[in-house]
């Protein structure tokens, strides 16, 4: 088994103005896909991320504020989940609950380092 | 872990937390108030994704109030007013006012601020789904069948008439109140109304209309000072039509006519609960539409089966609705009652003084009670005829299938 994130980009909810009725209702699918991992025992974290955006960058380390960054391109939030191979995440990711709203799943195999 | 939220937790929360804020911070910073609110839910949806807070409704509590301070803090006009917010006296004031009781009260005052006479009853209307209810104005669009930036407009024009006005957060004086009430009740019965007879493509907008309205109508009925005949009235009509909201549309979202619909699905709990509702009326001496349409819908849950309806029982009571209301729209229910006793002389008579542009919206039922009763008539032609009329004047997609499935049923015969 290999560890690989689920990096979840875009489908920003503060940006589409969802209404709390929808976003309960979001919330209660994110709920059903962490339950639905955590009983097959491949979810091993993750996180969700504040829409706050700093880069640094450059030589000269030049500060912008990251909101040039458009909510499509913004990532939401992580997940690292276990698993056989790349597949078999693309099947797992399947119940992401953001398609609808724009949302996109990418899915990086953690590298692992030889000792 | 358990991972189940309340059914509509957010949005009913939506509405208590912005009238609890404004109680506190005053109608002239709602809109500070309504993006905390909204951020809170937002920041609830990625924060409890790995856990659920033990008091789902405290947190949303907490992290509400703490966001709208930290935001009119940033508004530097209000700093010297807020800056202390957190702590001393007026951090006991504003934890006061989210005492149950406190809540409930923030609730219904805002229920009659939206129902202010100085507010357009369109703008009464979306304000309080807004406001009360925590709908997105794409939701409200929805359920109005209106366009968005009409809702936009009229939220906007709400707020700014309650702020220039300078309308207390409050109830109205003891002499107004009855007028009030009565105000209340009819955005009530409308919000109601949207939802009921609405052939809203989304089953969801449909229900969540009238259980807004029902859960209102509750809150109101807790308040001694609210009660009288006429609210248990609406009350009990609103539980009498909710009892049957699931059997009007089939799962192919097709309309079933109550002729056709499946009575062993009604709902009897709601009935019971109306029926209650009904009895309490009789301690006060007031009458009112709402006991008449009651009364009405009581009849139709009585019959077993459509055939066993007690036509001349609905008849009395339009004639006495009528009476007391003479709205173009029952003169025509008595038309169509009049039908169902093939009283076809008395029907034809009745349709032809109406004058069509009067029922506005709903001219297709004219046109749809012209049709039966040329059916009845068996001048099937003529039937037909008057069904294309009435495909042409509902903008409604799901009448406008239901007639033209009546229409093709006549066009075999």
């Not at chain 1, 000269?60 to 191979?85: Q, W």
């Not at chain 2, 009326?281 to 009112?288: K, Q, R």
């Not at chain 2, 005829?385 to 004047?393: F, G, P, R, V």
């Amino acid at each position: 088994m290999k560890d690989f994130m689920m990096i979840f980009i875009g489908a920003d909810y503060q940006e589409l103005g969802l209404s709390p009725e929808q976003l309960q209702e979001r919330m209660g699918k994110w709920f059903a896909w962490n339950d639905k991992m955590e009983g097959q025992g491949i979810l091993k974290g993750g996180n969700a991320l504040v829409p706050v955006v700093k880069h640094v960058s450059g030589p000269n380390r030049t500060i912008t504020d990251g909101s040039l960054v458009e909510g499509k391109e913004l990532v939401g939030g992580y997940y690292i989940v276990s698993a056989e191979n790349a597949d078999a995440v693309v099947e797992i990711a399947q119940d992401y609950p953001d398609y609808d709203l724009g949302g996109t799943v990418e899915i990086r195999e953690v590298m692992v380092f030889d000792k | 872990m358990e991972n189940k939220i309340v059914d509509h937790l957010f949005r009913h929360q939506y509405g208590k937390m912005v009238a609890i804020l404004v109680r506190f911070f005053g109608f002239s910073n709602i809109e500070t108030i309504e993006d905390a609110v909204q951020d809170t839910f937002v920041k609830a949806t990625l924060q409890w994704r790995n856990e659920i807070p033990k008091n789902p409704e405290a947190w949303l509590v907490k992290v509400a109030k703490n966001r709208t301070i930290d935001l009119l803090r940033s508004i530097k006009a209000e700093k010297n007013r807020f800056n202390k917010i957190s702590s001393g006296a007026s951090a006991i004031v504003i934890n006061e006012l989210f005492l149950d009781h406190e809540i409930e009260d923030s609730q219904l005052r805002m229920i009659f601020v939206a129902c202010h006479p100085s507010l357009k009853p369109k703008e009464q209307i979306a304000f309080a789904l807004k406001t009360i209810s925590g709908f997105s104005l794409k939701e409200i669009s929805a359920a109005l069948l209106t366009k968005e930036e009409t809702i936009q407009k009229r939220l906007s024009r709400a707020k700014k008439t309650i702020i220039k006005k300078d309308i207390q957060f409050d109830y109205p004086p003891a002499v107004d109140i009855e007028k009030r009430l009565d105000r209340v009740m009819e955005v009530l019965y409308l919000t109601f109304n949207e939802g009921f007879h609405s052939t809203n493509k989304t089953k969801l907008i449909r229900e969540d209309l009238c259980g807004e309205a029902i859960r209102l109508v509750k809150l109101l009925l807790k308040k001694e000072k609210f009660r009288n005949g006429k609210l248990y009235a609406l009350f009990a009509l609103m539980c009498f039509h909710s009892s049957r909201l699931s059997s009007k549309i089939n799962n192919k979202n097709e309309i079933v006519t109550i002729n056709e619909q499946d009575r062993s699905k009604w709902y009897f709990p709601l009935i019971k609960i109306g029926n209650d509702a009904m009895n309490k009326t009789m301690e006060y001496d007031d009458i009112s539409c709402y006991h008449y349409e009651a009364a009405i819908a009581v009849e139709h849950l009585k019959a077993k089966t459509f055939e066993k309806t007690n036509w001349n029982k609905i008849l009395r009571w339009y004639n006495k609705l009528y009476e007391l209301q003479p709205a173009v729209f029952t003169y025509l229910n008595i038309a169509i009652v009049n039908l169902q006793l093939n009283k076809l002389e008395v029907v034809k008579e009745m349709l032809d003084t109406i004058v069509v542009s009067d029922l506005e919206q709903r001219a297709y039922l004219y046109y749809g009670c012209y049709a039966d009763y040329f059916f009845k008539r068996k001048e099937i032609k003529k039937a037909i005829s008057y069904l294309d009329k009435a495909i042409q004047n509902t903008s409604n997609n799901l009448e406008k299938e239901y007639l033209k499935k009546r229409k093709l049923q006549l066009e075999i015969i």
